[in-house]
């Protein structure tokens, strides 16, 4: 049963719900007002968050038939049978009350910005395959990783540290929010045929493959364009070029989506991006901390 919860939490994707909160947590260390208890306090309630997203999407998936036996990748845990719908929903529900207790903590020293955050967080990930119109069946879930896992996220996890949300954190914010988005696009250029046939049109569904894949390689190009761009305007310090050591891990990402259609490569590029967004995260993470202790 275990390995069943664990297959419904998708751990290859959880980086991108750790990875802006690396950041933050550099960027207030580099401000020196970084705090043990609200960094991991802030880590547990992201990823607590994303858990309760993916468990969300799985029992959803499966209700609206857009997990069927046909799906490239990983077995479903409703759809497979695995889990039961109502199981995932205590699940869900379980997920998102950690959250709401981190949350209640971060209210007490961030204030109530961290509620309208937690909150908004929450609705949005309940809407994205649940409920009569879900915005990940129309073409908006592209939108919704990027603001929520990118700009909320490590903006929010500044926020908490001192209640301040400086460019950099910003600019950070959109540099995760376009890896978080390729790994999403990764997904759903990879489920192309099943996501049509169930009806979900996704963003790479309305664009088709070859529209998903050029969206897929400009926000991996888009990521390392903005750190060079910060980075050349003195927003973020020149140690943060460093980040540029991971293109050659990216490269290979981008031309396997752009030539392979079948299950395993495909796979392996949502892996590999997840992956890729933490590398970065941590490369700049690490240049930020460099830069100040210098």
């Known amino acids: ?10 751990p290859a994707t959880l980086w991108a719900g750790v990875a802006p909160v ?31 997203v993916n468990f969300a999407n799985d029992v959803a998936d499966a209700a609206k038939g857009a997990d069927t ?20 929903w205590v699940g ?19 204030g109530p910005v ?21 915005y990940g069946y129309r073409g908006l879930g592209e939108a919704f990783v990027f ?29 995760m929010g376009l890896l978080a988005t390729a790994i999403l696009l990764a997904n759903n250029v990879r489920d192309i045929e099943t996501d049509a046939a169930a009806g979900k049109e996704t963003l790479v569904v309305k664009v088709g493959r070859r529209g998903g894949v050029a969206i897929y390689s400009a926000a991996v190009a888009g990521a390392y364009a ?12 020149l140690l943060a070029l460093l980040s540029l050591v991971t293109v050659p891990l990216a490269v290979p990402l981008v031309r396997t989506i752009r030539t392979e259609t079948t299950g395993p490569p495909l796979i392996g590029v949502l892996k590999g991006t997840a992956r890729l967004q933490l ?16």
């Open 1 to 10: 049963m275990l390995s069943s919860w664990l297959l419904a939490a998708r």
């Open 22 to 52: 690396l950041v933050a947590g550099a960027l207030a260390a580099r401000d020196e007002v970084f705090s043990w208890p609200h960094f991991l306090v802030t880590l547990v309630a992201a990823t607590a968050i994303q858990v309760g």
């Open 69 to 88: 036996s046909e799906r490239i990748g990983p077995a479903r845990a409703v759809a497979s049978g695995l889990i039961t719908a109502r199981q995932m």
């Open 92 to 110: 869900i529900g379980i997920a998102f009350a950690v959250a709401a207790a981190g949350g209640i903590y971060l209210i007490s020293v961030a």
């Open 114 to 134: 961290i509620a309208v955050i937690g909150i908004a967080s929450i609705i949005a990930a309940l809407g994205y395959t649940n409920g009569p119109s879900p």
């Open 147 to 175: 603001v929520f896992f990118g700009l909320v996220a490590t903006v929010g996890a500044r926020y908490v540290f001192d209640r301040t949300a400086p460019i950099e954190a910003w600019l950070a914010g959109v540099v």
């Open 226 to 237: 903005v750190i060079v761009l910060a980075t050349l305007s003195g927003w973020l310090p």
């Open 279 to 294: 590398l970065v995260a941590l490369a700049l993470s690490a240049a930020i901390l460099l830069d100040h202790a210098l």
